[in-house]
């Protein structure tokens, strides 16, 4: 059988050379390199010259030992370099990654392996058997739609984007095609969207993402690498998320655990990062891209425009939307059996200088609760040796914000505001970010800073008088960063950095007659002669694979400090009339990924967390739902310890059918919460024309978060998909003044989603379920934080939707998305929040490009 082989291969090199290595290797393989499993008798009747049988062999180790193939990584212009891009040997599992300049190296058999190029925001590139690498190998840049949404649950991250991953690979992040067909009204519905994070609203104009039981100022968000939040980010609920432009969204990671090194170490809950779309030098052309959409439930208008310019050495992008949110209507089914909860039945209007009460004759129209919005971005990128220079300005500003959760509230039998509004919420920021290849240390560094302007105002006037208070507040933050990340072929991976950041905040407060033009001053909501903040911190990442494990650690040395000072005032006497903080702390983690040669994966982390006292937390005067906030000059900072174990289930390990379960506990040591006290010897407090119950923050003894989280994935056809997830939330706190047990605040009910999806090549359609179960109100936190008067007498109901979204290619430069949402007009309200949930609605918008 040898013979025969021998002799076909020989007569077949004379006449197709191309057959050569791939026929005489076999023949090689099976009869000369192993020639003592051939009979002498054999190998005397068919003579192979020597010099021949060298050829024979020589030809044949082409095919035998892999050769190495150079890569060269380049973006789609044919000239960028695609950094750290992972290249996957699929036949012999062997794996590298490029280096700063896009070049690798791998081990490969040209007519039988084949290459998996992957990198983040690039699509997979297969290089098959017989493909030629010639010349630079171009990669497609993934256009994720508005709405993509990464779910990271794992590790200890700092930004997927920023190179300062302690996020082991993607095994645990899950990329949600949701809502990616009907444009969201805000950044904050975008989160929502994906049933991964609950979204708690106060008024229309709000939107206050919870991550693992954890909201406001301790949740970072973060957009293009600088943090958003500042010294005044209060622990209640917050709207600064809607500050952030939805329509030139590349993508949002959310970072599930106080996972932050490179933005600090109080992102207790997670990180949530809006990435903004970024201009890329290349062949000159100039794009335009235009929408405008329309929602039913508010009779809201969207109009967006962005242009983006392209040199081979720079690239501009500027960006414009503008919206428009009518009054908001409600859901009319009340499967939860109240007929009246939630029905705006009464507003006020000012007439011949006159407050009057009318009744509402459509009290599912909550009246009261439009606004409008602008949002403006400008990029440029410059292309410099080595490396990349960003410029990125950005601003959003909107016309008073009604505060509707309060809209209802009664004093001596009659609605107690006239008005009540959140000023024009005001958000300017300007950026330079500088990315540069060090050739000599094959490493890349990065260098950020970026300044801020934010300014909130607070506008209320009584019934029946003629006096409107305003307080402002203005915070100007400085921030910058700077980074050195190393890579080695081995897969080691160092990352080193500093940052830090300056807050200043100025409180005003006056009160204005509407009638006689005169004015006065009134109690400021921060120190009134002045507060600043400032952080810095010192920080290193570490990665390197270790058998069937990515291990990955992280530290981070943290110092804050915090001045404020208080003159007196006539309507309360301070204890103090200055408050000094200095505070440091070490804090990290270590995580691990195992994946084994079958269908299961695993992750297992263990990290901490920091969180300073901010000017909100230690100097806030303030009055909500009867209880009034006063200063406390001796807080301590909140510390967090928390644990994540979770694993995966890929079935043959093609992402057909994914199930993934995870499971995490927090110890949160010194936790600020709210308690009653009291003030210059009296438990009551006058305020806005009302008595009040006095309160301060301090630190309980510790609290307990736990919670797990289930996401599954079934491809039935290249066309059909199924998803889901569920995630469940619990929390408990120890006082430390007398020891009781109470409920944690911002604690979440079992909420998710469920999702069937269709492709075509000409458009997609979804149909999703969103739900929330019911919490009893002796799971809510204390006191008003969680708005129980908001809710039912026995707390927040439970509800579920049913949605339907699709899209159609009407043109190659044409898109049309449509949706319907909640389809069963269902009437329900958000855990913990103000406004009810849109009712029946239509979402539509057209898309083009030019």
């Avoid at 095609?177 to 709000?206: H, M």
């Avoid at 009296?682 to 630190?699: E, H, K, P, Y």
């Avoid at 047990?741 to 999703?768: K, N, Q, W």
Wanted: aromatic share 10%.
């Amino acid at each position: 059988m040898h013979v025969g082989v021998i002799l076909v291969a020989r007569r077949v090199m004379r006449f197709c050379p191309s057959f050569q290595a791939s026929l005489l290797g076999y023949a090689l393989l099976f009869g000369l390199a192993f020639p003592g499993t051939t009979s002498s008798a054999t190998a005397q009747e068919i003579p192979v010259p020597a010099t021949e049988r060298t050829s024979i062999a020589s030809k044949a180790a082409g095919l035998i030992a892999k050769t190495k193939a150079s890569i060269a990584a380049v973006a789609s212009d044919g000239i960028t370099p695609v950094p750290f891009a992972v290249v996957l040997n699929k036949n012999s599992g062997e794996q590298v990654m490029t280096d700063i300049h896009g070049l690798g190296e791998i081990s490969r058999n040209p007519r039988m392996d084949t290459l998996l190029l992957r990198s983040v925001g690039f699509l997979d590139l297969l290089i098959l058997p017989e493909d030629q690498l010639e010349g630079p190998v171009r990669m497609s840049e993934d256009l994720v739609s508005l709405a993509t949404v990464e779910i990271v649950h794992q590790g200890l991250a700092g930004s997927k984007s920023e190179a300062l991953s302690l996020q082991v690979q993607d095994m645990m992040a899950v990329k949600e095609p949701i809502a990616k067909l009907e444009v969201p009204q805000n950044a904050a519905e975008l989160l929502w969207s994906t049933g991964s994070v609950l979204i708690q609203q106060s008024q229309q104009g709000g939107g206050s993402p919870i991550l693992r039981g954890f909201e406001a100022n301790r949740v970072l968000l973060v957009v293009d690498g600088v943090r958003m939040n500042n010294a005044i980010y209060r622990s209640g609920h917050l709207q600064n998320a809607i500050t952030v432009d939805a329509q030139i969204l590349e993508r949002t990671d959310v970072l599930l655990g106080p996972h932050s090194i490179l933005f600090g170490s109080d992102a207790l809950g997670g990180v949530i990062h809006y990435h903004t779309r970024t201009p890329m030098p290349g062949e000159r052309q100039m794009k335009v891209r235009a929408s405008s959409a329309f929602r039913s439930p508010n009779q809201s208008t969207t109009a967006h425009v962005d242009i983006e310019i392209r040199r081979p050495l720079w690239a501009s992008l500027t960006s414009a939307t503008w919206s428009k949110y009518g009054d908001l209507r409600m859901g009319s089914w009340r499967s939860h059996g109240n007929a009246t909860w939630g029905l705006d039945s009464l507003f006020v209007m000012r007439a011949n200088e006159q407050d009057s009460i009318v009744v509402n004759e459509s009290p599912e129209i909550q009246v009261g609760s439009g606004y409008e919005q602008l949002d403006l971005l400008q990029k440029f990128r410059v292309a410099l040796g080595g490396g990349h220079l960003d410029f990125n300005f950005q601003y959003s500003t909107s016309t008073n914000v009604p505060r509707y959760d309060i809209s209802s509230d009664f004093s001596g039998g009659q609605l107690k505001w006239a008005e009540w509004n959140y000023g024009p919420q005001n958000r300017a920021m300007a950026s330079v970010n500088y990315d540069k290849n060090l050739r000599s240390l094959d490493a890349q560094w990065k260098t950020l800073v970026a300044y801020q302007r934010v300014e909130e105002s607070r506008i209320k006037r009584r019934f029946g008088t003629e006096w409107r208070d305003t307080q402002r507040e203005s915070v100007d933050v400085l921030s910058w960063y700077s980074t050195l990340n190393k890579r080695w072929y081995s897969g080691l991976n160092l990352t080193i950095g500093l940052s830090g950041a300056l807050d200043q905040v100025a409180s005003t407060a006056n009160s204005f007659n509407i009638e006689t033009d005169s004015s006065r001053t009134l109690l400021t909501r921060y120190p009134n002669d002045g507060s600043r903040m400032s952080t810095h911190g010192i920080f290193g990442v570490f990665q390197m694979p270790w058998r069937q494990h990515q291990l990955s650690s992280g530290l981070r040395f943290s110092h804050s400090t915090l001045n404020a000072q208080f003159l007196p005032t006539d309507s309360y006497v301070l204890p103090f009339d200055a408050v000094s903080m200095n505070n440091s702390a070490l804090t990290g983690g270590i995580s691990s990924q195992w994946n084994s040669q079958g269908p299961w994966s695993a992750m297992t982390s263990i990290s901490t967390g920091f969180r300073h006292p901010n000017v909100d937390d230690i100097g806030k005067v303030r009055e909500k739902g009867g209880f009034v906030l006063v200063p406390n000059d001796s807080l301590r900072p909140e510390y967090l310890t928390s644990f994540e174990q979770g694993i995966t289930w890929d079935y043959q390990r093609k992402g057909v059918l994914v199930g993934t379960c995870s499971g995490f506990v927090s110890f949160l040591n010194d936790a600020i919460v709210p308690q009653n006290t009291l003030l210059n010897g009296d438990a009551l407090f006058l305020i806005d024309g009302d008595s009040a119950q006095v309160q301060t923050n301090i630190n309980a003894s510790y609290a307990l978060i736990y919670g797990s989280r289930m996401e599954w994935q079934a491809q039935f056809t290249p066309r059909w998909a199924f998803e889901g997830a569920v995630n469940w939330t619990r929390g408990r706190q120890v006082m430390s003044l007398d020891g009781s047990i109470s409920p944690m605040a911002h604690i979440p009910p079992v909420f998710g989603r469920v999702a069937l999806d269709y492709e075509h090549r000409f458009g997609d359609v979804t149909c999703y379920a969103l739900f929330s179960s019911h919490k009893p109100k002796e799971d809510f936190g204390d006191f008003a934080t969680d708005n129980l008067d908001l809710m039912l007498p026995d707390g927040a109901p439970s509800w579920w939707t049913l949605n339907v979204e699709g899209s159609l290619q009407l043109h190659e430069k044409w898109e049309w998305r449509l949706g319907l949402r909640n389809i069963l007009d269902m009437h329900y309200r958000v855990f913990a929040s103000g406004i009810s949930a849109p009712g029946r609605g239509i979402y539509t918008s057209l898309h083009a490009s030019f």
